[in-house]
């Protein structure tokens, strides 16, 4: 089993910038893959972006595209998810998860985190 806890959401304005941490803990080696997912009131969770967890390869979606960096410290278990520019359409509830599987799609994720609320404000 995998634990993950996300800190860092928080209210911030229009234009500004949050980071986001996840902290993996367990059986961390099953994971190869970490990703940020974030659902909106009403929406379905969307991917954000992801990461090789050795390696650090990287992909994003577009709506985040030069606005968002995901990364990671491996001595550290941490995941992080600098936020910048950001736009009320980023408010959400944001997820870490880890899988197996170098992919954005959901399903192929099976550990996620609490979630911690990200609001923009205009």
């Known amino acids: 089993q995998v634990q993950l806890v996300e800190s860092g959401g928080g209210l911030v304005q229009a234009g500004g910038s949050l980071r986001l941490s996840c902290t993996a803990s367990?059986?961390?080696?099953?994971?190869?893959?970490m990703g940020w997912f974030r659902q909106a009131p009403g929406k379905e969770r969307q991917f954000v972006a992801r990461i090789k967890w050795s390696g650090g390869s990287t992909y994003y979606a577009d709506s985040v595209k030069d606005r968002f960096t995901i990364s990671r410290d491996y001595a550290k278990n941490t995941l992080y998810l600098q936020m910048n520019s950001l736009k009320p359409e980023d408010t959400a509830v944001y997820y870490c998860?880890?899988?197996?599987?170098?992919?954005?799609?959901?399903?192929?994720?099976?550990?996620w985190g609490q979630g911690t609320q990200v609001t923009v404000s205009s």
């Open positions: 367990g059986r961390t080696d099953s994971t190869t893959t």
């Open positions: 998860a880890g899988g197996p599987v170098f992919t954005s799609l959901r399903a192929h994720y099976n550990y």
